[in-house]
């Protein structure tokens, strides 16, 4: 639960925080059919609350075999402070990324909070221009009551949280940010869920509206089994995350690890 993910993170040992660009492409070793993808937009990994840079390897590494140039970017504070804050230092990190690839613009897959964060800058920071392809994995955009847990138990808003409160159901930051167009700019918008998120209830606060592509992973393949951290491992996941950055129909593969 949220709750037990905040705790957990707040008894933690100080992590060190590490936002740097990935490695050299890895184009050459990738077959033939994903070569083209060391030309498509730069690709940016944007974590989500609590989760260190080093949660989002597996996926970068993936994105990277298939020939996608790929950097993480690990949220301020881990996500736990105000989510415009991370949207403002995310902005710089994006420029810097574009200005590193001579790219006009980057692709964004994000997770949980990153996604509202990219959202935010997307809305509110001119990255409309900067953003081809967004690609959110459980992000609560229209919020989630696992964040009011706290409250419900009598321990406070959240514990104080500011991320956590601003993902609440009907909070003030939401409302904002869901006010007109869900999908603004000239950004193609995917947003991927599973029945199994244990952290965005209800799963469905996790689709866009206004013409983005929604995908639900049981709707394709109904035995497969995703919780909200395993949107960043699953093999069906990534075969919809890397259709989305080439611009390919949904087809998940059900059998992929």
Not at 135 to 145: A, F, Q
Not at 185 to 211: F, H, I, K, S, Y
């Amino acid at each position: 639960m949220l709750l037990r993910k905040i705790l957990a993170v707040l008894a933690a040992s100080t992590v060190t925080a590490a936002v740097a660009l990935a490695g050299p492409s890895l184009a050459a070793a990738a077959p033939a059919g994903t070569r083209a993808a060391a030309n498509a937009n730069p690709v940016i990994v944007v974590a989500g609350l609590s989760t260190p840079a080093l949660g989002y390897e597996p996926l970068a590494a993936r994105l990277r075999a298939d020939g996608f140039r790929v950097s993480i970017f690990q949220l301020p504070g881990l996500g736990l402070g105000d989510i415009a804050d991370s949207a403002r230092a995310f902005s710089a990190y994006v420029d810097q990324v574009r200005a590193a690839t001579e790219a006009a613009r980057v692709d964004l897959v994000a997770h949980s909070e990153g996604g509202l964060v990219s959202r935010y800058l997307i809305r509110n920071l001119g990255g409309g221009a900067k953003v081809g392809r967004y690609v959110s994995l459980g992000t609560p955009h229209y919020g989630t009551y696992v964040a009011d847990i706290a409250k419900f138990l009598g321990l406070g808003n959240c514990l104080g949280i500011v991320a956590c409160q601003q993902m609440a159901i009907g909070s003030s930051f939401l409302t904002a940010l869901n006010d007109g167009d869900d999908t603004p700019g000239d950004v193609r918008w995917t947003a991927v869920r599973t029945l199994q998120d244990e952290l965005v209830r209800p799963v469905d606060n996790a689709t866009l509206a206004d013409g983005a592509t929604n995908v639900l992973i049981q709707s394709w393949c109904p035995l497969r089994l995703v919780g909200h951290l395993g949107l960043v491992l699953d093999g069906t996941t990534y075969t919809v995350v890397r259709g989305a950055l080439t611009d390919a129909p949904v087809r998940p593969d059900c059998y992929a690890l």
